[in-house]
């Protein structure tokens, strides 16, 4: 595709989830049009489960979460580790600060995921659920290679992201094709978008996280989700 016409979907993507901030959660929650029926739905929360013990490990951190939408990640980083949540939308991170927990101690930033506003180094690990996903391939390497710059040596990457399947998005959503997909998304006022997706298969993740990483892990639930992390290059071992 074009760059032209990268940069243009690009900012539809940006334009989607600014829009979508009010409903942003029903999509974890299976709410109204991402209802898929009791066994595909109790399925999912298994593996939402699931991916809640993958990162059970993160904690004792200062942790910078990259594009943390309404804060579902956040919320649950935040009681065991200190959390930096940012966010391109301004809408998502005012949606973030109602539903928050007053007691968590979160710093809130607008930020441009490929230009973090943190020094070199500054954090213990970075974050990045469901975000991915959303970068173009032609721009994947200079997001992983900024996400490790925030990173002290010897810190973590750490994702959780989707896998590919029918059942994954809204009901009348198309998911099957090819891993890299410009879809059709429509919010509840009817209005529509034209988004990235890109479904990163794990050697994918493997390939990514090892320009940046010496030590790599990567697991897959049954269905619905993809998760890594990799220790940043240049800490003690």
């Known amino acids: 595709m074009p760059s032209g016409n990268i940069a243009q979907v690009e900012a539809e993507t940006r334009d989607y989830y600014r829009a979508r901030a009010d409903e942003f959660e029903d999509w974890y929650r299976r709410r109204g049009t991402y209802r898929h029926g009791p066994e595909a739905d109790a399925a999912w929360n298994r593996e939402l489960g699931e991916m809640d013990a993958f990162i059970e490990p993160l904690r004792?951190?200062?942790?910078?979460?990259?594009?943390?939408?309404?804060?579902?990640?956040?919320?649950?980083?935040?009681?065991?580790n200190r959390v930096i949540a940012t966010d391109y939308a301004p809408e998502m991170i005012a949606c973030a600060r109602r539903i928050a927990d007053p007691s968590d101690a979160v710093e809130r930033c607008r930020a441009?995921?490929?230009?973090?506003?943190?020094?070199?180094?500054?954090?213990?690990a970075c974050f990045f659920g469901f975000w991915l996903s959303h970068v173009p391939v032609s721009r994947a390497v200079e997001f992983m290679r900024e996400a490790r710059r925030v990173v002290r040596p010897g810190?973590?990457?750490?994702?959780v992201d989707s896998?590919?399947?029918?059942?994954?998005?809204?009901?009348?959503?198309?998911?099957?094709?090819p891993k890299v997909q410009q879809q059709r998304r429509t919010l509840t006022?009817?209005?529509?978008?034209?988004?990235?997706?890109?479904?990163?298969?794990?050697?994918?993740?493997?390939?990514?996280?090892?320009?940046?990483?010496d030590q790599v892990d990567v697991a897959t639930t049954e269905q619905y989700f993809v998760m890594a992390r990799g220790r940043v290059a240049g800490g003690a071992g």
């Open 155 to 159: 810190g973590e990457l750490w994702l």
């Open 112 to 124: 441009d995921a490929y230009r973090l506003p943190v020094a070199e180094g500054a954090v213990d």
């Open 189 to 213: 006022d009817g209005s529509a978008y034209d988004i990235w997706k890109i479904y990163w298969s794990p050697l994918d993740l493997r390939f990514l996280f090892g320009l940046v990483c």
């Open 163 to 177: 896998r590919q399947s029918p059942t994954s998005g809204q009901r009348r959503q198309r998911v099957p094709g």
């Open 60 to 80: 004792d951190r200062t942790v910078l979460e990259v594009a943390a939408g309404t804060g579902w990640w956040t919320r649950r980083l935040a009681p065991r």
